[in-house]
């Protein structure tokens, strides 16, 4: 019972998170979505909802009635085998359900998980409700992101809170690592909760590199701006090239250059540019061209990965130079979760560490996070590889 007793409690705990994010927002704020990548919050808060009673209650709980029967269809994110949903660019078109309808729905369903497991505990539902508590963590760091790029992109740049610290002062005199080579262990291999995408524990050869112990902050990228590197096609890919022009990119995202001085939008509001902050919301295009210009390189998911106890991660999600690939051995989950990231694997990039979204206890050093090499709404960051 001591498992289940601990689970309930971070269940209700996460359940509780989500909604203090949420809490600072006007309700004005929870419907808007102004690109197919960002959700509106209400979406976040019925779909991480939707999750339990899909997976949970509706298949488990003898008697359970659904909160409304239309909900699945609203809040149903890409699981194609579960039925239909709503397009993903129409979630900010649901003015309906209301934002204080989905609190409802909210309570219904944690009341229920909470009384079914009071009364049930077999291993395979408490693997579910881990899933869906993680599920949720996941989603919180969205929230989070999706809330920055709403009020960012607002003309009057409002303020989240002033207590969300996104910009903490990194060590400029930091060191390269040198990491010899050999055979390195890559993988989760212990019994604790992991996603399916970093089992197929296994060894890789990595010839000698240095890796540095610390991430490139703002001072360091607006030298790659001030030289001109986003002028420069020699340090881009062809298809980043092509991003950088056709969007007219000239800085990373929530930079504002104001008498030629440059500020940067964060949940606290527009700010000075904090130079000795880690440089974030980069594309893995705007990575590789600035470790080009660097003379420099990305490190690859398992150097990063072998070299992560030497450093200190966890402040922005580090673009790799991996591709998003399954490991040896892996194999998609049975039914509808395994659509959870298999499905995923083609035309991305792998990310490493974590950011300051993360939530508590969601991120560990075998995290295998992934995104299109053009998109930078999230926290993204980088550090630099060199021959040793």
Known sequence: MKIIDNLLSTFLQTRSHSEEICAPLQIEDYVVQPIEDVSPPKWHLGHTTWFFEEFILAPYAKGYIRFHPDFA???????????????????????????????????????????FFEEHNSEKIEKLLEIGIHHEKQHQELLLTDIKFILGNNPLLPKYSDTFTENEDVDETGEYVVMEEGLYSIGFRDNDFCYDNELGAHKVFLQTYAISNKLVTNRE??????????????????????????????????????????????????????????????????????????????????????????????????????????????????GALGEYNGKFMVNQKVLRGGSIATPNKHTRPTYRNFFHPQLRWQFNGLRLVKKA
């Open 73 to 115: 269809f609203v809040f149903n994110s890409y699981y194609e085998s579960i039925g239909k949903r709503v397009v993903r660019t129409n979630r900010g078109n649901l003015s309906r359900p209301t934002v204080s309808e989905v609190y409802e729905y909210r309570d219904y369903v944690t009341s229920h998980i909470q009384s």
């Open 221 to 334: 990228y607006l030298d790659f701006i001030n030289n001109k590197g986003y002028e420069n096609n020699l340090l881009w890919h062809a298809e980043g090239w092509d991003w950088v022009l056709s969007n007219t990119i000239s800085a990373p995202q929530y930079w504002h250059k104001i008498d030629d001085m440059y500020y940067q939008y964060t949940l606290g509001g527009l700010q000075p540019l904090q130079l000795s902050a880690p440089v974030t919301h980069i594309s893995y295009y705007e990575a590789f061209a600035f470790a080009q210009w660097r003379g420099e390189r990305l490190p690859t998911e398992f150097e990063w990965e072998a070299a992560q106890s030497f450093f200190t991660w966890g402040k922005r999600w580090e673009w790799t130079e991996s591709a998003y690939l399954p490991y040896p051995d892996y194999a998609k989950a049975p």
